[in-house]
């Protein structure tokens, strides 16, 4: 196929996107305004306090941005086999993973601080994990003994099974870990305002997802997939919020779309 076919089939296949993202707009509209009164604000955040609810002490009531991103789906981490020196590594084209340990011992010590100095040495060495500069700890879903890394972008951070890298610890050295990466992402619409971090919480209660007795430990926006067209997945802005069940402790991430507000039924629970 010669380089001009190559990219006619890129244009044809971005604008199908475009395409697909302006009927998903239309169908799913809603007022991105949080002019709601403050009285029923205030009403609202008393419900939920009489629900046994806890909130962040400042959740923000202002409106953030983001885009519609798209990732062409291929095989990224094949070719990286090879340059693995340092590591035992296998690769699953099944579900995309890639696993590796150590060839040798990889000590792990000393403070948290320390010790994530050390994890990002590792997985910053191509010798170790391909892509690893593109990954950045994510406190929010690591335990004490494997600690998560979520694939980053110019346009913010995606949270996603594919774009994951998990580290495990044993005995205080470097066990294994477990890739997954997506690629590489391109905005296919402008940038377009979104919801705030009280609107997701306020739909989220209203909705239903906000169980009693919770408490809400941390809101931020991040990337997750909406979709796959035409051998691309879509990523869309996401308000991220982590629920803490105050009984059993469990931990449970929930998705709320930033653009419409609606719930993204892709819930990961942690303990």
Same mark, same amino acid.
């Given at each position: 196929?010669?380089?001009?076919?190559?990219? =006619?089939?890129?244009?044809?296949?971005?604008?199908?996107?475009?395409?697909?993202?302006?009927?998903?707009?239309?169908?799913? @509209?809603?007022?991105?305004?949080?002019?709601?009164?403050?009285?029923?604000?205030?009403?609202?955040?008393?419900?939920?306090?009489?629900?046994?609810?806890?909130?962040?002490?400042?959740?923000?009531?202002?409106?953030?941005?983001?885009?519609?991103?798209? #990732?062409?789906?291929?095989?990224?981490?094949?070719?990286?086999?090879?340059?693995?020196?340092?590591?035992?590594?296998?690769?699953?084209?099944?579900?995309?993973?890639?696993?590796?340990?150590?060839?040798?011992?990889?000590?792990?010590?000393?403070?948290?601080?320390?010790?994530?100095?050390?994890?990002?040495?590792?997985?910053?060495?191509?010798?170790? #994990?391909?892509?690893?500069?593109?990954?950045?700890?994510?406190?929010?879903?690591?335990?004490?003994?494997?600690?998560?890394?979520?694939?980053?972008?110019?346009?913010?951070?995606?949270?996603?099974?594919?774009?994951?890298?998990?580290?495990?610890?044993?005995?205080?050295?470097?066990?294994?870990?477990?890739?997954?990466?997506?690629?590489?992402?391109?905005?296919?619409?402008?940038?377009?305002?979104?919801?705030?971090?009280? @609107?997701?919480?306020?739909?989220?209660?209203?909705?239903?997802?906000?169980?009693?007795?919770?408490? #809400?430990?941390?809101?931020?926006?991040?990337?997750?997939?909406?979709?796959?067209?035409?051998?691309?997945?879509?990523?869309?802005?996401? =308000?991220?919020?982590?629920?803490?069940?105050?009984?059993?402790?469990?931990?449970?991430?929930?998705?709320?779309?930033?653009?419409?507000?609606?719930?993204?039924?892709?819930?990961?629970?942690?303990?």
């Amino acid at each position: 196929m010669d380089h001009k076919r190559i990219e =006619w089939l890129f244009l044809i296949v971005f604008l199908l996107i475009d395409i697909y993202l302006g009927v998903e707009i239309l169908r799913s @509209h809603v007022s991105l305004s949080d002019s709601t009164t403050g009285s029923t604000n205030n009403s609202i955040r008393s419900e939920m306090r009489a629900d046994g609810i806890d909130l962040p002490s400042k959740l923000s009531t202002s409106q953030a941005s983001g885009y519609y991103l798209a #990732v062409r789906k291929s095989d990224y981490l094949t070719s990286k086999l090879t340059s693995l020196i340092q590591v035992n590594a296998s690769y699953s084209k099944t579900d995309n993973k890639l696993m590796a340990t150590p060839k040798n011992i990889v000590r792990i010590s000393g403070s948290k601080k320390q010790i994530l100095a050390e994890l990002n040495k590792f997985k910053n060495d191509s010798r170790n #994990v391909p892509y690893g500069k593109q990954y950045r700890y994510e406190a929010s879903m690591s335990g004490s003994n494997n600690y998560t890394f979520v694939q980053t972008s110019e346009y913010g951070d995606i949270y996603d099974s594919g774009a994951q890298l998990t580290i495990n610890i044993k005995s205080k050295t470097i066990e294994n870990y477990t890739l997954s990466y997506l690629g590489p992402v391109v905005a296919v619409r402008e940038q377009q305002s979104t919801i705030s971090p009280w @609107h997701a919480v306020r739909a989220m209660y209203t909705d239903r997802e906000l169980a009693n007795n919770s408490r #809400v430990m941390k809101v931020s926006l991040g990337y997750s997939k909406l979709t796959e067209v035409r051998g691309s997945t879509i990523l869309l802005p996401t =308000w991220l919020v982590w629920v803490e069940n105050k009984t059993t402790k469990n931990v449970t991430l929930k998705r709320v779309n930033a653009f419409t507000a609606q719930m993204i039924q892709t819930n990961t629970t942690y303990n």
